[in-house]
């Protein structure tokens, strides 16, 4: 009963794991039939991906972050009390049962069928009004929500429909949460008080952060250098391909819930034309990428073994926890084509980021305050 829009970031990222399985087999030199087909329709000079001056990342560890890990550790010992003898309020979490209906019709998904659910009053997701509608009840009692479906709800018996929800407030659940003292931790974690904790949940943050910033850099990088790029003429043959492909998945998963590629896009925001269009653009932008990496292989001499393509196998079954290359190819698509890709790839990025310059944020806030920097157009 939760709205099913979900917006682009699900459907872009589905579409961009569809994207890695589309690619020819391998044959005697992958990396050589890519600069092939690729690099007479890049031009990109050397300065475009050498000498490159960028301003590092650097994620603080707040104290917001450390209050976090200190919530959720609390949380994994907190205790609940099913309570039944007062009123609910705003911001309880609840146990309810439902029947939905439209004039008079039961609806698919519109029930709990006598399991019960579990909602906070206020956050729960659900149809507007329709939290409003349970406070103020007690445990037992059994009682009409009427909402209105929005117009854009995503599903044509649904959208803009008066509705009505038979429901049970079974109980209300109240939770224990217990203090964060020196005696907790000491039984519950690896640490002996709350400042070890503390300090050693803001070293596991730094280093996450110092991963995660490093990866922006290099990603920021990329991203000058496919800017800086021009491609004379896509393939379009290929880009018409993986449109399809990805079109055709999306349309077997549609199947497989039940009902057509229309209906299952509309849960996601989408129409067919503008899901076509995201799709169109995320193909793009891959190839054009994949046509800027592949150029710079070329210039700069920088290709793929057969072991170095067998380690990057061998690390994404780690990741997967799979056991065979066939398995994994069969879940994600892959081909040879792909892992060799993969390799190649991270080689640029290292390329870039090596001869990169980094500057320091105090370099960047002078260049930013300076009024020659402000009187300089962007460069393309």
């Known amino acids: 009963m939760k709205r099913m829009k979900m917006g682009a970031v699900l459907v872009g990222a589905m579409i961009l794991s569809l994207l890695s399985g589309c690619g020819k087999s391998d044959n005697a030199d992958v990396v050589k ?57 705003w911001g309880d979490a609840v146990n309810i049962d439902y029947v939905g209906s439209v004039d008079g019709k039961e609806f698919n998904g519109g029930s709990t069928q006598g399991a019960g659910t579990q909602i906070t009053l206020g956050s729960s997701g659900y149809i507007d009004n329709f939290d409003e509608q349970i406070v103020g009840h007690t445990p037992g009692d059994a009682f009409d929500v009427v909402v209105t479906f929005p117009d854009d709800y995503g599903v044509d018996d649904l959208n803009g429909k008066e509705a009505t929800f038979k429901t049970t407030l079974n109980y209300i659940v109240e939770t224990t949460t217990p203090t964060y003292t020196d005696a907790f931790v000491a039984s519950n974690t690896d640490y002996k008080t709350t400042d070890e904790y503390e300090t050693a949940m803001r070293k596991k943050h730094e280093e996450e952060y110092k991963e995660s910033d490093l990866n922006t850099d290099k990603q920021n990088l990329l991203q000058q250098v496919i800017d800086a790029a021009t491609i004379t003429q896509y393939p379009e043959e290929e880009i ?18 039940g009902i057509d590629l229309e209906t299952y896009l509309s849960h996601y925001g989408y129409t067919s034309d503008t899901f076509q269009a995201e799709v169109k653009s995320s193909v793009e932008s891959y190839i054009r990428e994949k046509m800027v990496i592949s150029k710079i292989s070329e210039e700069q001499n920088i290709t793929v073994s057969e072991k170095e393509k067998e380690a990057k196998v061998q690390d994404l079954l780690g990741q997967t926890g799979l056991s065979d290359v066939d398995t994994l190819n069969k879940q994600y698509g892959y081909k040879d084509e792909d892992y060799y890709f993969m390799v190649l790839e991270d080689k640029i990025i290292d390329f870039i980021y090596t001869n990169a310059v980094a500057a320091s944020a105090t370099d960047a806030t002078a260049d930013e305050a300076s009024p020659a920097s402000a009187a300089t157009p962007d460069a393309e």
């Open 33 to 89: 039939e890519m600069q092939k087909q690729y690099n007479k329709y890049v031009t990109l000079d050397e300065s475009a991906y050498k000498g490159l001056t960028y301003t590092e990342t650097h994620t603080e560890v707040t104290e917001d972050t450390i209050n976090s890990d200190i919530s959720n550790l609390l949380s994994q010992y907190a205790s609940q009390t099913d309570v039944t003898d007062r009123a609910a309020t």
């Open 240 to 257: 018409k391909q993986r449109v399809q492909e990805v079109t055709d998945s999306m349309t077997e998963t549609a199947q497989a819930n």
